[in-house]
């Protein structure tokens, strides 16, 4: 089956190579998780065998450079398990590589958005090609008056469970079905409630791919125990490379003088105390620094997710200049009741021109998907009632 999935990849890159016309690039978010790398392709390719969405000569692209796609050790390694060609993909963000790299504007390309629902900032110039919506996030209100063909926005644990339900909906066969099941059972933490992600439509999703996996199938317990001890492999990486390896940047409204908060944020798959012991302190502060002044960013936000004590524990830590600092020092001392900051580390750098402050969360649940529009309100007006 990952055969018939490799052969579509390639056919993608021939009409790419060949300036087909009209093109639809259906694309993935920026932070690149396995929700956003596989959830892309099924989309493109039910699209292919689905004329009635209206979407001509639909081909799947990662929205970060490709070279980090093995950064993603989680999806390297269960492509490489299932027979995926990675080499295959294709992807809108140049690096320091030009290997298949897609120019949108220049192919004259419609654009449907996956996994996310608003344009990063340096694709701002594409909304006006933006011709679909699929996502599982805080609604933006974007392309409303472009997205007419398709715009579905739902909040489910995983964006795979919406591509599972066109699947169904079409009555179309899902090709190599643990492949699509992966991202589900990831997102939703093994359908753990504690979690709060899982939703019904999780379950139905996945107890309808199982039937199809029949005798191939892996249960979703021991999938979910190999998944994350892939995931969780990062500490082989350097600072830099475990801070871009899911990174997401966006640029709040907020009551400053500037009037705009660019904000950095960093999803890493361990304790923060697993990633100051490994590395040391000093050195995360330093790295951030520099990642911070690379990406002209006014604060970088890392969300932490791992296991502590046996159970699942949510951490987040600030690195800002010491002014940006005392906006997010009020953010922590105002929580909400039922959640509470315990400071964990406060570091400056060697020059003191930037601080880094990590915080556990009493609540595991907080995620970035959960994060994001939190930060977004608090900033613009002070509150925070989504949280």
Not at 294 to 301: A, N, T, Y
Request: hydrophobic letters at 40%.
């Amino acid at each position: 089956m990952s055969g018939i999935i490799n052969d579509f990849l390639r056919r993608c890159l021939k009409k790419v190579a060949g300036k087909v016309q009209p093109l639809t690039v259906v694309q993935g978010n920026e932070g690149g998780d396995m929700d956003s790398i596989v959830g892309c392709i099924y989309l493109a390719i039910l699209f292919d065998k689905q004329p009635k969405f209206g979407f001509e000569n639909p081909v799947p692209v990662l929205n970060f450079p490709k070279e980090d796609f093995g950064l993603r050790n989680d999806v390297a390694k269960l492509f490489t398990e299932l027979g995926i060609d990675a080499s295959l993909l294709m992807s809108v963000q140049r690096g320091q590589f030009a290997d298949n790299f897609i120019d949108i504007a220049a192919l004259n390309a419609s654009v449907v958005l996956y996994d996310h629902n608003k344009l990063r900032e340096n694709q701002s110039n594409l909304a006006s090609r933006v011709v679909g919506v699929v996502d599982h996030h805080f609604d933006e209100q974007q392309y409303i008056d472009t997205a007419v063909k398709l715009r579905i926005l739902r909040c489910v644990g995983s964006a795979c469970t919406l591509i599972t339900e066109l699947y169904r909906e079409c009555g179309e066969d899902v090709m190599c079905p643990t492949l699509l099941t992966a991202p589900i059972i990831l997102d939703t933490v093994n359908f753990e409630p504690a979690q709060k992600k899982v939703t019904p439509e999780d379950i139905a999703a996945y107890e309808w791919l199982r039937v199809k996996e029949s005798v191939e199938g892996t249960d979703a317990a021991t999938l979910f125990a190999k998944l994350s001890k892939w995931k969780d492999d990062v500490l082989g990486l350097s600072v830099p490379e475990i801070l871009r390896r899911d990174y997401k940047q966006f640029n709040f409204k907020a009551r400053t003088k500037k009037g705009v908060m660019s904000t950095g944020t960093s999803s890493v798959p361990c304790t923060c105390k697993q990633l100051e012991g490994h590395f040391s302190v000093n050195m995360v502060v330093e790295e951030a620094a520099k990642y911070m002044e690379q990406h002209q960013l006014d604060v970088l936000v890392f969300t932490f997710s791992g296991q502590a004590s046996g159970k699942h524990s949510r951490e987040i830590a600030f690195c800002a200049k010491p002014d940006t600092m005392s906006v997010f020092a009020s953010f922590v001392t105002e929580a909400p009741s039922g959640l509470s900051f315990t400071k964990i580390t406060k570091c400056p750098t060697a020059d003191g021109s930037y601080e880094y402050t990590s915080y556990s969360l009493s609540d595991p649940s907080i995620s970035r998907k959960k994060l994001v529009p939190v930060l977004s309100e608090f900033l613009a007006e002070g509150t925070r009632s989504l949280l």
